[in-house]
């Protein structure tokens, strides 16, 4: 597990003089720190990990987390082959909350010819080494990152005291990550999924699994029609993994690396952590993406 903070001590113990002279230099906007990042602040992304969904309003890029939810991802990469999901309607659509679509049938009770998938809620801290930890907020002690999915997570010092050892990791219900629908039975995950439309972290994180997060496009998203179902429903024109799309379709994609010092100077220059590592607002936190060398606003 790292944590960012590091990199604040790390400027308390250059010398004074080196201090003064950036007191005296002109603070850098957040969208500066960001132009101005070097090349290893960003990491590509494995196109077997990339889903392109094409919506009518346009294409929602989706990157895939194994590390988090390993079967959940295999499952909607294997339908996203097999053409599943293509010309399937977002048929519940509750603004503020999320989309969900994925289902044959259009009214919440299809899904595949595939047998039912494990939960995925939470997963051990001690599985990756990827969570970045930025902070702790109002509701989990500890938020941050992995490369780019808002996550959460107990207390390490927790392990010491719960029977079966463990820290329990997981995804945060932000707008843009992508979850999988269920029935009551925890165990029922199929092909159905959501994606957040807004923040429901307390009604749905450690409930459903989070598969996913959306990398570019998430303004695609807002017009699918709303309604339940919508008089109209947004249909799903055509999903693809990016490994599969020949080379001069595929889009350059870069994510800043959430454990880099240039991401967390870009947080504290937006003000987003405070000098106590409180974090106003993790779902407010958008992970700057270059694509085809432009970066997103």
């Known amino acids: 597990m ?20 950036d007191q005296e230099a002109p603070q850098k906007t957040p969208q500066q720190i960001v132009d101005e990042a070097p090349a290893d602040a960003w990491r590509p992304v494995d196109p077997e990990n990339l889903v392109y969904m094409d919506l009518p309003a346009g294409t929602v890029i989706i990157e895939l987390r ?16 097999e ?20 289902d044959p049938k259009g009214d919440g009770t299809g899904g595949s010819d595939k047998p039912n998938l494990p939960a995925e809620f939470t997963r051990d801290t001690s599985t990756t080494n990827e969570f970045v930890v930025v902070g702790r907020d109002r509701i989990a002690p500890r938020v941050g990152f992995i490369d780019g999915m808002p996550a959460g997570a107990q207390p390490e010092g ?3 005291f719960t029977t079966a050892a463990s820290v329990q990791l997981w995804p945060l219900h932000c707008p843009g990550v992508m979850s999988m629908a269920r029935a009551t039975d925890p165990n029922s995950a199929n092909s159905q999924f959501f994606l957040m439309i807004g923040d429901s972290r307390l009604n749905l994180d450690r409930r459903y699994t989070g598969w996913g997060w959306i990398i570019d ?6 017009r699918i029609a709303r309604g339940e179902p919508p ?6 024109m055509r999903m693809r993994v990016a490994a599969d799309i020949p080379a ?12 880099s010092e240039t991401f967390m100077k870009y947080l504290k220059r ?5 000098d106590t590592d409180y974090v106003k607002d993790i779902c407010d936190i958008k992970v700057p993406v270059r694509v085809d060398g432009k970066i997103e606003r």
């Open 66 to 81: 194994p590390d988090l939810a390993p079967a959940h991802a295999d499952r909607v990469r294997e339908l996203t082959r």
């Open 270 to 274: 937006r003000g987003d952590v405070d």
């Open 2 to 21: 790292r944590r960012l903070s590091a990199f604040i001590l790390g400027a308390a113990l250059a010398p004074v003089a080196a201090a003064a002279e």
């Open 83 to 102: 053409g599943f999901y293509n010309g399937l309607n977002f048929h519940r659509v509750i603004e503020g909350f999320m989309a969900q679509g994925g």
């Open 231 to 236: 008089s109209r429903p947004t249909p799903i």
């Open 248 to 259: 001069g379709e595929q889009r350059d994609i870069q994510v800043m690396r959430t454990d």
């Open 158 to 160: 927790l392990r010491s």
């Open 217 to 222: 496009g998430f303004e695609a998203t807002r």
